[in-house]
């Protein structure tokens, strides 16, 4: 739509066309409120965007799988767009050559140790905990103090070695002795041949993409692309009741208590002559020596069995973690002290306000999956 489109006032304008965005101008809507969208990227759907190459949905920003222990918000979805049955079952293609099933698995414990059993692999598994206890012992340490210690006691020496050490580094940009612990915690240790990288009941993939599901989200609503709010804040505070803003919140408050770190990932996507690349929607390269953590390889997210191979060409994407900057996407928040204490302060202006609602993933600068952010704007006061 085009300015010259809009109308002059709104009940709400929100600021982003994400998934937060995009759920809150769905119910203001169906509710009576007037409500416009500003979105200053060139498309809708904010991180979940997925566009068609090859007649492949690619998804742009990075491999989103949807997946949720919430009723409700499973039945919201799919009532805009049917999920499919895709369930992530990442491989991993190992330092020493070999690949693993993830998440730590008994398929796993039988490719790293041989063993058959869920007994013999809890003996393993108990021997090497051990280890790592006893070490930790040694140094008058009773709880894991960062991510190394809790891995090694999570799941033992080999496993950290080949899965975990050099991906986490490369993901992170930082050793293993300086990350938090319960960024491992949540990786699920299962003593059942279960490849299911997840634990919620429901899970899929959008038919037809997740821009589809934004679409129908933002029907009837208005929309301008291609516009930073930043631009004519005043304007646009002076045209609405309220505003819901879901971008970066130090920006909004002009960064006067400092700038929040992210980290970033670049993505490299590539057409592939062969229909079936890798196998698998998600190769992930734990080695610290490959520059990349992981391959995508997009049509497995909607294309099963021997359907594969109607298509005689693949989308894959290379994810190359690294440190934020001025002008790159701001992916992952760094929830470290010195950030946490930062998004505080931010966080009590943002309490105070009486016109402006703040959600999302930036906006509440947390690693939030798709799922809770739905969850949040359907909640969120009108
Ligand atoms: P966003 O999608 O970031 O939307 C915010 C929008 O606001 C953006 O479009 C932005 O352009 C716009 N905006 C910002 N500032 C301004 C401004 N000044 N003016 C106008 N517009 C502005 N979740 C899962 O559940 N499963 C997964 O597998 C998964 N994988 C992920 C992989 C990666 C690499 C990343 C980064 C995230 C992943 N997530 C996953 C999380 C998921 O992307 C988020 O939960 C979701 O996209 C958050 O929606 P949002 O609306 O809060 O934010
Ligand atoms: N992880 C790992 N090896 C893997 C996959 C994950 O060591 O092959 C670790 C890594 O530290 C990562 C954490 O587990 O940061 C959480 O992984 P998850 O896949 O949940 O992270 P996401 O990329 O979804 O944030």
């Known amino acids: 739509m085009d300015y010259s489109q809009l109308k002059c006032h709104y009940d709400y304008i929100i600021v982003g066309a994400g998934l937060y965005g995009a759920t809150f101008a769905r119910r203001a809507t169906d509710a009576g409120?007037?409500?416009?969208?500003?979105?200053?990227?060139?498309?809708?759907?904010?991180?979940v965007y997925t566009e068609p190459v090859e007649g492949i949905n690619v998804h742009r920003y990075g491999a989103h799988i949807f997946h949720t222990a919430d009723k409700r918000?499973?039945?919201?979805?799919?009532?805009?767009?049917?999920f499919n049955r895709y369930t992530n079952c990442p491989v991993a293609k190992a330092p020493n050559g070999k690949m693993y099933n993830l998440p730590f698995n008994m398929n796993t414990f039988y490719q790293m140790w041989g063993v058959e059993t869920p007994a013999q692999a809890q003996a393993k598994l108990d021997e090497q905990r051990a280890e790592a206890v006893e070490a930790m012992r040694a140094d008058g340490v009773t709880e894991p103090r960062n991510l190394r210690e809790q891995a090694l006691t999570l799941i033992g020496h080999d496993i950290f070695e080949q899965l975990i050490d050099g991906y986490t580094r490369k993901q992170w940009g930082r050793p293993c002795e300086s990350l938090p612990a319960f960024i491992i915690k949540r990786l699920p240790v299962r003593m059942t041949f279960d490849n299911n990288y997840f634990n919620d009941p429901y899970?899929?993939?959008?038919?037809?993409?997740?821009?589809?599901?934004?679409?129908?989200?933002?029907?009837?609503?208005d929309v301008l692309l291609d516009t930073d709010f930043f631009d004519r804040r005043d304007e646009w505070m002076s045209r609405c009741d309220k505003l819901v803003y879901t971008g970066p919140i130090d920006r909004f408050y002009d960064y006067r208590f400092g700038k929040l770190q992210?980290?970033?990932?670049?993505?490299?996507?590539?057409?592939?002559?062969?229909?079936n690349y890798q196998g698998n929607a998600v190769v992930n390269y734990t080695s610290a020596d490959v520059p990349f953590t992981r391959i995508i390889e997009h049509k497995h997210f909607e294309t099963f069995g021997q359907a594969v191979y109607d298509n005689p060409r693949t989308v894959i994407s290379r994810e190359y973690s690294t440190e934020w900057s001025e002008g790159m996407e701001p992916y992952y928040p760094v929830n470290d002290d010195v950030n946490s204490a930062i998004y505080t302060r931010y966080e009590e202006m943002a309490r105070r306000e009486t016109k402006v609602k703040f959600g999302g993933r930036l906006a509440r600068y947390r690693y939030y999956d798709m799922a809770p952010v739905i969850a949040e704007a359907l909640s969120a006061e009108l």
Not at 33 to 47: F, Q, T
Not at 203 to 221: A, H, I, N, S
């Open 33 to 47: 409120y007037s409500c416009m969208v500003i979105e200053k990227r060139d498309h809708i759907a904010g991180n």
């Open 73 to 82: 918000v499973w039945d919201f979805v799919n009532e805009l767009v049917p």
């Open 203 to 221: 899970q899929g993939v959008p038919e037809g993409g997740y821009t589809l599901l934004v679409e129908r989200l933002l029907d009837g609503v």
């Open 262 to 275: 992210y980290r970033t990932v670049r993505f490299e996507t590539e057409v592939v002559e062969t229909p």
